[in-house]
C-alpha cells in the first residue's frame, strides 16, 4: 500500500512570497489533516478535511494560509504571503474516516522562509 | 496552551535496557492515546494507542500504560535496540490529535 505522497520536500523562499504544497493521501482516506510543525515542538493541526469538506481550520492564519480539497483525494496548501515565523515543516497526513482512526503521516515539505 | 506535555527532551538508554518515555496531559476528556515514532527527515509513524478505557496495551516489544487519575502515560520499549533511536511523540485525542513536544531516545549499542 503506498503511502501518503508529500511534494515538495524542501523549499526556500524568502519573506512575501507565496508558496504551495501538495499532499496525496493513502488511497480510499477519507480524512485528511495538515499540520505545522515547528522545530522543537509536536505537531499542530492547521486544517482538517473530511472527503472534500473542512471538518476544523481553527487554528489555520486564515489571512495567509489556504487550503482546498476539491475532489476530496488530493489537497494543497498555500501560504501567501509568508512570513519568516512559517518556517517549519509542513506534515500532511490522512486516515481511514473518523479523527480517532490512527492517522498515516506523509514525509513533510521543509519550509525555510528568509 | 500545551495540553499534552513531554518534559524529557531527550534520553540515553543502554542497548538491551528498558526504555520509559513519558507524558504528561491536562484533559480529563482525551478518550484515545497514542505514540508515534519519527526518524530523521521522515513523517511520524504510529506506534501503539491505548483507549482510556484501559490501563495498558502491549504490542511486542512496546507496552503503554495509562494512568487516568494522574493524567499520565508512559510507553516502555524492552529491551531497547540501536534502531528505536528516534523521536518519540505522545498525542491525546478528542476533536483532533494533540501533540506533545517529542523526546528524542538514543539507544546506545
Known amino acids: 500500500e503506498a503511502g501518503v505522497a508529500q511534494s515538495p520536500r524542501y523549499k526556500i523562499i524568502e519573506k512575501r512570497q507565496s508558496v504551495a504544497f501538495w499532499c496525496n493521501p493513502i488511497?480510499?482516506?477519507?480524512?485528511l489533516y495538515w499540520y505545522q510543525q515547528i522545530l522543537g515542538q509536536g505537531p499542530k493541526l492547521l486544517i482538517q478535511?473530511?472527503?472534500?469538506?473542512?471538518?476544523?481550520d481553527s487554528q489555520l492564519p486564515k489571512d495567509r494560509f489556504s487550503a482546498e480539497r476539491l475532489k476530496g483525494v488530493d489537497s494543497t496548501l498555500k501560504i501567501q504571503p509568508a512570513k519568516l515565523e512559517d518556517s517549519a515543516v509542513y506534515l500532511c497526513?490522512?486516515?481511514?474516516?473518523?479523527?480517532?482512526?490512527?492517522?498515516?503521516f506523509g514525509p513533510g515539505t521543509r519550509l525555510t522562509v528568509l | 496552551d500545551q495540553q499534552v506535555k513531554q518534559n524529557s527532551p531527550s534520553l540515553s538508554v543502554q542497548e538491551g535496557r528498558i526504555s520509559i518515555l513519558n507524558c504528561d496531559y491536562t484533559?480529563?476528556?482525551?478518550?484515545?492515546f497514542l505514540w508515534y515514532k519519527k526518524y530523521p527527515a521522515e513523517g511520524p509513524t504510529f506506534l501503539i494507542s491505548?483507549?482510556?478505557?484501559?490501563d495498558k496495551n502491549e504490542d511486542g516489544r512496546f507496552t503503554v500504560f495509562l494512568n487516568k487519575s494522574a493524567k499520565h502515560l508512559s510507553l516502555h520499549i524492552v529491551p531497547s535496540q540501536p534502531g528505536d533511536s528516534a523521536v518519540y511523540f505522545c498525542?491525546?485525542?478528542?476533536?483532533?490529535?494533540?501533540f506533545g513536544t517529542g523526546t528524542s531516545l538514543t539507544v546506545i549499542p
Open positions: 498525542a491525546a485525542s478528542l476533536d483532533q490529535f494533540y
Open positions: 478535511f473530511q472527503n472534500n469538506g473542512v471538518v476544523d
Open positions: 484533559n480529563s476528556m482525551f478518550d484515545y
Open positions: 497526513a490522512s486516515s481511514l474516516v473518523s479523527d480517532t482512526d490512527t492517522q498515516y
Open positions: 491505548i483507549s482510556s478505557i484501559k
Open positions: 488511497s480510499g482516506h477519507a480524512t
